[in-house]
């Protein structure tokens, strides 16, 4: 098989102006890992959709090929977004490859090491605004009202035409879709996605978990948040573009919206690479939810086929686990390492 992009491979269920460029890195076709063992344990049977394996590490790439796409496709020069740090990476990657020139708005000193280099690397021009994410997506949205700059942040129609694609691929895997789907909430843009593309696709539709972090909790709290505030930076978010989107499609899909704590989101996160899967922490929401759930006694999972989205790969940021860990230090001598180990 050769390898396609989600442009290619789903043009038949994608929205696309027909004069719009074909910016593509081949995203998408990433892996649904079966968890045996982390099933049993739980009683369901389990996978993880791993979109930390797209191009730049996020599952932010596709709906990125799609929105750069289409810019590219109309002529415009530059494209620029609010970023907790993934998106940024996302749009920089195709940006480059179609001769765009990138800005990115990142909150300041609040994006993961790994988010912020990727950007860097990409070529980006990569600004820090004294604010909070959505402080840096009104900035975005009144300077894309004014100037003849593109729009990529998940408001852009065309970000969730490309999203959408995991959907598919969930459903083209299994013949069918799963029962449950449980994922993090941040800008909401994913989850409707995914509901919008489960619902396109007809090949059933998955009860929704969707979680958000404690700190950052507007859709479960029924209010904005000021100051937002977890350690899980990409869902660091206090005022979801599609907030009012995610909850219809968790309300029509006899889902729910629920939040769990920084401390369970790393147990998850712990819990994952313990099977040989390094998320960053915002991707463990999704089984920290799924954990909090049956370990509060629901019985909705059990025996169920669940799917465990992890949105981003655990590289992105590497100092939630570096700065947690004290290495060893031995002299270079075969005594020191072996009354060490023995
Ligand atoms: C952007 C992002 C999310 C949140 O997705 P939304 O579409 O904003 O809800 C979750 N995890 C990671 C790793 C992300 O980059």
Not at 56 to 78: H, L, N, Q, Y
Request: net charge neutral.
């Amino acid at each position: 098989m050769t390898y396609q992009g989600v442009i290619d491979r789903y043009c038949h269920h994608i929205e696309l102006p027909p004069n719009s460029a074909r910016i593509t890195l081949l995203e998408g076709n990433t892996p649904l890992i079966p968890m045996p063992h982390l099933g049993r344990q739980l009683g369901c049977d389990l996978y993880v959709k791993f979109e930390g394996l797209n191009p730049t590490g996020s599952f932010k790439d596709r709906g990125m090929t799609v929105a750069v796409s289409e810019a590219a496709g109309r002529k415009v020069s530059s494209v620029i977004c609010a970023s907790t740090g993934n998106t940024a990476a996302s749009a920089a990657a195709p940006a480059a490859r179609a001769g765009l020139r990138a800005i990115v708005l990142i909150p300041e000193g609040k994006v993961a090491s790994g988010k912020l280099a990727g950007a860097i690397a990409y070529g980006a021009e990569v600004i820090q605004v004294q604010g909070s994410f959505d402080a840096a997506l009104s900035l975005v949205l009144e300077i894309t009202q004014k100037k003849p700059i593109a729009l990529v942040n998940s408001i852009n129609p065309f970000r969730l035409e490309g999203q959408k694609t995991a959907a598919f691929e969930i459903c083209d895997e299994f013949g069918k879709a799963p029962d449950w789907l449980c994922l993090p909430v941040g800008n909401a843009g994913n989850i409707t996605s995914y509901w919008l593309g489960f619902r396109q696709y007809d090949r059933g539709n998955p009860r929704l978990l969707g979680v958000q972090a404690e700190g950052a909790a507007p859709l479960v709290l029924g209010h904005p948040v000021d100051s937002p505030e977890t350690i899980a930076t990409a869902i660091r978010i206090g005022k979801p573009a599609r907030g009012e989107q995610a909850l219809e499609a968790v309300r029509e899909s006899r889902g729910k919206i629920i939040s769990v704590s920084d401390r369970e989101i790393l147990e998850a996160q712990k819990i994952l690479a313990a099977e040989g899967v390094w998320v960053e922490p915002a991707s463990s929401a999704g089984l920290a939810g799924l954990v909090a759930q049956i370990q509060g006694g629901s019985s909705e999972y059990r025996n169920c086929r669940v799917v465990v989205v992890c949105t981003g790969h655990g590289m992105k940021d590497p100092s939630v686990i570096t700065d947690r860990f004290v290495a060893k230090v031995i002299p270079a001598e075969y005594e020191a390492l072996r009354s060490l180990l023995i």
